[in-house]
């Protein structure tokens, strides 16, 4: 099976793009369940109930999260390199905030100390918001340019700082991020647990869905008035070996939106969003816990594509120096590594879903507070 190279790098930007939305709605359950978990459980054992819907699952969530790290990596070395050189000290954040899950997971209940558990609730609470808020607060920086260029041997150069990652557009579109996160994890709470967890994660779908809508509108009118684009006015052939250096880029205003009015078809992704946070909404208030788990799914689905149709086909834009932007065209791997890699998500994509798929259905039920207490020593 060999595709036209061209071909290849659309293809590789819509699964990076299906793997990140995998991420979301997998990991980010698991996510928004540790979020809520100091706010939602009001006594040990719910704390317990709260954690063991997601305990058999979160591990293997990860798979998500590893796949679409490594798909970047060799997809698009070139974004990897000069992300690491931009976002290296966010990424130290998300991984240090990570330790926190497994170790909280399997040590949170050894010992019936309330303040030891306390203390990990806690833990685990910070090490699931942390991560989505700095991946909201990149895709906010991506969406403004990242400060980088190219030297003339082609290494990648950041100019600028950690703290001007946290910039007012960057926390809100990291607060739209957790947002999602924490409406896909109270959603699912209301479908595994019993009352009264089930009746306090139906009133956080009703806030966490209002503040993504809010946030979500804001963020999307903020970068239709207050935040210029790019634009590509003259670039080299798609097929062509990848220069990231080799092409001409402008920055206009309402330049993000511009494939919105050229191909109306991709506003189904921002409608999408906008539609699913309110019927999730609706269905959780009239106790359809099923279709709100399915319409947060969607949440996820639209988001993710809203930022990646705005700025397609541009990965990592460059406000050093516009033209040493990375798109999609120019930021690839070689055409047998990505026909290869190819083959590999044909092949390993539908196992890892068919085997999430059966792992949820052999151990789908409602966990209950009874039986949390009769199984103390085996749950989580």
Do not use: C
Not at 294 to 319: D, E, H, K, N
Request: proline share 6%; hydrophobic share 55%.
């Amino acid at each position: 099976m060999v595709m036209d190279y061209e071909s290849l790098k659309f293809v590789w930007w819509l699964l990076i793009g299906i793997l990140l939305v995998g991420f979301a709605i997998m990991d980010g359950m698991d996510m928004g369940v540790g979020s809520l978990l100091p706010f939602l459980g009001k006594s040990d054992p719910e704390r317990r109930v709260i954690i063991n819907t997601v305990g058999p699952h979160w591990d293997g969530n990860q798979v998500w999260f590893i796949t679409a790290g490594g798909a970047i990596f060799a997809a698009w070395p070139a974004v990897y390199a000069a992300s690491f050189s931009g976002f290296y000290f966010a990424m130290l954040l998300v991984l240090f905030a990570l330790f926190l899950r497994p170790v909280g997971f399997d040590y949170r209940s050894k010992l019936d100390d309330p303040r030891w558990r306390n203390t990990w609730d806690w833990g685990l609470m910070v090490g699931s918001a942390v991560p989505p808020l700095v991946f909201g607060i990149a895709f906010g920086n991506l969406l403004q340019g990242v400060p980088f260029h190219y030297d003339d041997i082609m290494r990648p150069w950041y100019t600028g700082s950690f703290w001007a990652l946290l910039n007012p557009f960057a926390l809100l579109a990291g607060l739209v991020s957790l947002a999602m996160i924490v409406l896909h994890g109270a959603a699912f709470l209301q479908l595994r647990t019993e009352q009264p967890i089930a009746q306090r994660a139906q009133g956080m779908v009703t806030k966490a869905g209002l503040v993504y809508i809010a946030a979500f509108a804001l963020a999307g009118t903020w970068v239709a008035l207050g935040i210029d684009g790019f634009e590509i006015v003259k670039d080299r052939p798609h097929d062509a070996l990848p220069i990231p250096v080799g092409k001409e880029v402008v920055v206009a205003a309402g330049a993000w939106l511009k494939n919105y009015s050229q191909y109306p078809i991709t506003l189904l992704a921002p409608l999408t969003g906008f539609a699913a946070a309110v019927l999730a909404i609706l269905a959780s208030r009239a106790g359809r816990a099923g279709w709100t788990f399915f319409f947060t799914a969607l949440v996820q689905l639209g988001t993710i594509f809203t930022a990646g149709l705005s700025m397609f086909p541009f990965i990592m834009p460059s406000s050093d120096n516009p033209s040493h932007s990375l798109t999609m065209w120019d930021a690839t791997s070689s055409h047998l590594t990505l026909n290869v890699m190819f083959i590999a998500a044909v092949i390993f994509v539908p196992i890892i879903i068919a085997y999430t798929t059966w792992n949820f259905w052999k151990m789908w039920r409602v966990v209950t507070v009874k039986e949390i207490e009769e199984q103390s020593h085996l749950a989580y």
